[in-house]
């Protein structure tokens, strides 16, 4: 089956690590739960880099309206700190409580109206939960403004550009910046102290 106009998103495997089929959960009364276990491959960015799997448990909750998705889901992103410039790896979590509605009506299999609640997460036409979105979102909102490798880290020596971390270093008297030692040169050697 083609059909051009259905969004890439139709398109993505119901082996998808991040879909979890909720036909059964949604047959049951409210008050009916499920603990999954999620564990995923990283997702692509366009700038950003994943770098660990995304892990996790959530508890999905049959609700009178549809599911309540609670948990956290980890993972971690490709940093670069902003005083040693080091890369880093920057620990990632996801917390999750949000009610996921359906999109189409459970026992009559009409499509709800979803224009009333436009913002909420909405399950698939086939009863299933994704958390692509959810987690791509949580994932970018975590992204640091200025991230450091550790909190006291010294960053880089203002002379030489080294790593203060890795320990003390010393300048000989002649490790001069080669801007000065032009300058020096224009002004003469006596110039010197
Ligand atoms: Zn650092
Ligand atoms: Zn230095």
Same mark, same amino acid.
């Given at each position: 089956?083609?059909?051009?106009?259905?969004?890439?998103?139709? #398109?993505?495997? *119901?082996?998808?690590?991040?879909?979890? #089929?909720?036909?059964?959960?949604?047959?049951?009364? *409210?008050?009916?739960?499920?603990?999954?276990?999620?564990?995923? /491959?990283?997702?692509?960015?366009?700038?950003?880099?994943?770098?660990? =799997?995304?892990?996790?448990?959530l508890r999905l909750t049959r609700?009178?309206r549809g599911l309540l998705v609670?948990?956290?889901?980890?993972?971690?992103?490709?940093?670069?700190?902003?005083?040693?410039?080091?890369?880093?790896?920057?620990?990632?979590?996801? =917390?999750?409580?949000?009610?996921?509605?359906?999109?189409?009506?459970?026992?009559?299999?009409? /499509?709800?109206?979803?224009? =009333?609640?436009? +913002? *909420?997460? &909405?399950?698939?036409?086939?009863?299933?939960?994704?958390?692509?979105?959810?987690?791509? =979102?949580?994932?970018?909102?975590?992204?640091?403004?200025?991230?450091?490798?550790?909190?006291?880290?010294?960053?880089?020596?203002?002379?030489?550009?080294?790593?203060?971390?890795?320990?003390?270093?010393?300048?000989? +008297?002649? +490790?001069? +910046?080669? &801007?000065?030692?032009?300058? &020096?040169?224009?002004?003469?050697?006596?110039? &010197? /102290?």
């Amino acid at each position: 089956m083609t059909n051009t106009t259905k969004r890439a998103q139709d #398109n993505r495997s *119901a082996a998808d690590p991040l879909i979890f #089929n909720v036909t059964g959960l949604l047959a049951e009364p *409210a008050g009916s739960f499920r603990d999954i276990f999620v564990s995923a /491959p990283p997702l692509s960015f366009e700038d950003l880099v994943q770098t660990r =799997d995304i892990e996790g448990d959530l508890r999905l909750t049959r609700t009178n309206r549809g599911l309540l998705v609670h948990g956290r889901l980890k993972t971690a992103i490709r940093q670069t700190c902003s005083r040693c410039l080091r890369e880093i790896d920057w620990p990632v979590q996801i =917390d999750l409580n949000e009610e996921a509605l359906p999109s189409i009506d459970f026992t009559s299999g009409a /499509p709800v109206d979803i224009s =009333d609640e436009p +913002d *909420a997460l &909405r399950l698939t036409d086939h009863h299933e939960l994704d958390l692509e979105e959810e987690v791509r =979102d949580g994932i970018l909102l975590s992204e640091p403004i200025a991230p450091l490798c550790r909190k006291d880290c010294p960053g880089l020596c203002i002379v030489c550009g080294q790593e203060l971390a890795s320990g003390p270093h010393a300048h000989p +008297d002649d +490790d001069i +910046d080669p &801007r000065l030692e032009s300058l &020096r040169s224009l002004l003469g050697d006596d110039s &010197r /102290p």
